[in-house]
Each structure stands twice: as structure tokens, then as C-alpha cells.
């Protein structure tokens, strides 16, 4: 069983910066896809961004695009997220997700396609 813990969310004002970090643990998800995904209050789940295990390119949803930056150390089986240029509509519940093989590219952005959820970190964007 794979679990996956996020960390670094919390209250920032607009402009400013975050970095999100989510560590797995159960099983080495080096060849796996992993991603990011938000949901703010009474909105769905939407996808942000994603490291395409071994394919190893970033997907970006173009909300975020040129913000957001994704990377990955595998030796240490961890993930992060460095986010500048906060905008109050970037206010969610943020996860880490997770699948069990490296998906194909038209699968990446949606969420049932990911098997492994951490429990989520808020952040919070506002003045």
C-alpha cells in the first residue's frame, strides 16, 4: 500500500510564493505518474499539474502555467510544487496523487485515472 503525506500549505498573501511537498512511502513510484490536483469550496476537483514517471516530461493546466513548477527526486521518493505569483483564485485544498503505472498522456489530467490520494494541504491565498 502506497501513502502519500503533503506538507507546506498554509496562508500567503497574493504575489506571494509557497512550495508544497508530498512524500510517499509503501513503494518506490520512481517509473509512476504523480501529480497534483485542487478542490476549493464547492467546486470539483481539478487537476494542476502532473511528472510523468517515466516518460519524465511536467503537465501543466493553464491556470497555473508559468507559476507553478513540479519536480521530483525519486532517491528520496518525494515530490514538490513551488508556487509564485499567488492568486486568491489559487485558495484550495490541495493533494497529491499518485498511479500505479506510468499513464498515458491523455489519461494524466483526470482523477480517477490516479489510484494513491495523500489527505491534502490547504493554502490559502488572500490579503
Known amino acids: 500500500q502506497v501513502q502519500l503525506v503533503e506538507s507546506g500549505g498554509g496562508l500567503v498573501q497574493p504575489g506571494g510564493s509557497l512550495r508544497l511537498s508530498c512524500a510517499a512511502s509503501g513503494r518506490p513510484l520512481g517509473s509512476y505518474t504523480m501529480g497534483w490536483f485542487r478542490q476549493a469550496p464547492g467546486k470539483e476537483r481539478e487537476f494542476v499539474a502532473v511528472f510523468r514517471g517515466s516518460y519524465g516530461n511536467t503537465i501543466y493546466s493553464d491556470s497555473v502555467k508559468g507559476r507553478f513548477t513540479i519536480s521530483r527526486d525519486n532517491s528520496k521518493n518525494t515530490m514538490s510544487m513551488q508556487m509564485n505569483s499567488l492568486k486568491p483564485e489559487d485558495t484550495a485544498l490541495y493533494y497529491c496523487?499518485?498511479?500505479?503505472?506510468?499513464?498515458?498522456?491523455?489519461?494524466?489530467?483526470?482523477?480517477?485515472?490516479?489510484?494513491?490520494w495523500g489527505q491534502g494541504t490547504q493554502v490559502t491565498v488572500s490579503s
Open positions: 496523487a499518485a498511479a500505479r503505472s506510468s499513464l498515458i498522456l491523455s489519461e494524466t489530467r483526470r482523477s480517477g485515472a490516479y489510484a494513491y
